[in-house]
């Protein structure tokens, strides 16, 4: 699959959609076909090279399921280049009624290359915990 | 305090040194002079925008006392303009013999500005817990 996104939000989109839809595809299309790409999600470790960030999600992917996020915006920060966003993301929770979890924040790296905006880096982080009713 | 960082590395080092001495000149000094800067340290919501990062600092170093933390390489992400560093951080236990605390990945970002380059993004996220002996 070759894409060619004309913006980091393009690729943003594509990046959740492909999530979503578990299409691994999908999703190394929006990474940068390089060996300097990086992800950490929760709970594991921080994932380096297009080689192991595809074994990442192709373990993720392999229950057949995706996972739908709601993404709020903070912030980007903008280069030439390079893009940076950071976004807080929500799991949609598959029943409804369930009390979603705590939700994280991403923060994703794009880098304009020949073959357009392409993800390099996309890093969660737990948001602090509810604070307590006193 | 102007400094003129020559290298990511050279802020890197000042920003770490700062963090050591509790001096939140030298450390304000490695921030970008910008409004699109960005700070998430653990257990704390992402801080944005010069005003907000030195009023975390001066919180933080208002105990005077500095955090010194045992830096370790993983990754370097470098574009002409921007330069990614993921690192692994070990806070120093201020006894030894008591266990050092997990440590937490640490993402920073600079960028090349007129004034040399300058950090505009520092991120940690906690490290997967330590798997247990079966």
Redesign the interface.
Known sequence: MSMHYETPQDAEDAFYDALEAASLEALMAVWSDTD?I?C?LP????I?GRQDVTALFTHLFARGQGVPLTVTH??W?L????A?H?VEEQVIPPQAGRPPPQPF?A?N?Y?LQDDGWRL??H???????PQRGG
Chains 1, 2 share one sequence.
């Not at 709970?43 to 921080?46: F, G, K, Q």
């Open positions: 300097d990086g950490l709970m594991y470790p921080l380096r903070l912030d920060v280069t030439d280049t390079v940076i950071h924040y923060t790296i880098r390099i880096t890093l969660n982080a737990p948001t602090p915990p």
